[in-house]
Each structure stands twice: as C-alpha cells, then as structure tokens.
C-alpha cells in the first residue's frame, strides 16, 4: 500500500469520527504521517468559545490519538466556527 493511499484512509476516518460526533458538520482534514490540519464548521458551534468547540473536535477524534501506534500524532491546526 502506498504511503498517500494510506494517508487518505486516515483522512477519511478522521472525517467521519466527527461526522459521528457533529452530524451536521462540513469537515475538511488534510495532512498526513500523522499531523493534521482540521476545519469543522457547524451550527453545533453557536455560542461555545473556541475552547469548547475544539473539545468536541478532539473528543470525536480522541480514539484515534490513543497509544503508541495511533495513527494521529499531533492536530498541527483546528479550526471551528459557525456558517457564515
């Protein structure tokens, strides 16, 4: 298996723990080899500062930062807001 394709299955899953969390979302991952820049953009996002709407990124997400072979070593960026 190439490094990208594996990668891309990494970005996917990354998409869809926070789908699973924020049904509403429109998710954008990028990265790879294990640091990412994610951008969750919701409704579910309305009066929560920053803080708590990156708590709910990284607690969709958590499972997948777990142990020593987790396949997410580090959120280099998270974004979240609301639609504009």
Do not use: C, W
């Not at 789908?19 to 953009?41: C, K």
């Amino acid at each position: 298996m190439r490094l990208g394709t594996l990668d891309d299955n990494i970005n996917d899953r990354i998409k869809a723990a926070i789908l699973d969390a924020i049904p509403d979302a429109a998710v954008s991952v990028e990265g790879g080899r294990g640091h990412f820049t994610i951008e969750v953009v919701s409704d579910v996002f309305d009066g929560k500062n920053a803080v708590q709407s990156q708590r709910l990124v990284y607690g969709a997400i958590k499972h997948l930062m777990a142990g020593d072979g987790a396949p997410v070593h580090a959120v280099d960026s998270l974004k979240t807001r609301t639609p504009s």
